[in-house]
């Protein structure tokens, strides 16, 4: 099976699932269990890199490594392991769990309303909710891979995505998500 196909046959099940479970139940699905627990972690990553390269933040970091004494050695290990880096990150991700319950719960209550007019609307955006998640779940694919593989137009997988009408190859060598690396990898190198 081509890739075209195979982009076509996964955007049609996207579309229906968002036309069978509409957005408001759409939300809730990726919002609840282990599934929500996963698209928090995705908007983390997704944010960590822009969060951590505000000026206050940074400030805030650096004030709380200067709490840890380097003159004990526990404190130098967690200065070593980069623990305001990974305190930042759970702070960071448990806000973002916050954020999604509070918002899910007040659109999701909105887009369940019963008349025809919200129900149109419901499962209209159900279906651009379905096919968003698919394109983001494509990226993290992409990127996946492409730490693996190399996003170069030598690899096998580009030559497999070269020429789809979708321009996937365009976006797997172009994939926004890499951005968000440099970024992290950036911030982490100017906070040494």
Known sequence: MNVNAVSVIAILIALFLGLVFGFGRGLKIFNNGIVGKIISVIITYCLFGIVLSWQFVGGLLDKFVDLLDPAKWYFRVLRYIRIDIIVFAVVLYLVVRIVNKLLIG??????EANNKVILSINKILGMILFVIMLFVFVLFMFQIIAWIEGATVES???QKLEGSFLRLDRLYLNNPLMS???????????AK
Do not use: Q, T
């Open 180 to 190: 968000i690396v440099e970024s992290f990898k950036n911030s982490i190198r100017g």
């Open 156 to 158: 096998s997988f580009y």
């Open 106 to 111: 007040l659109i999701s209550g909105v887009f």
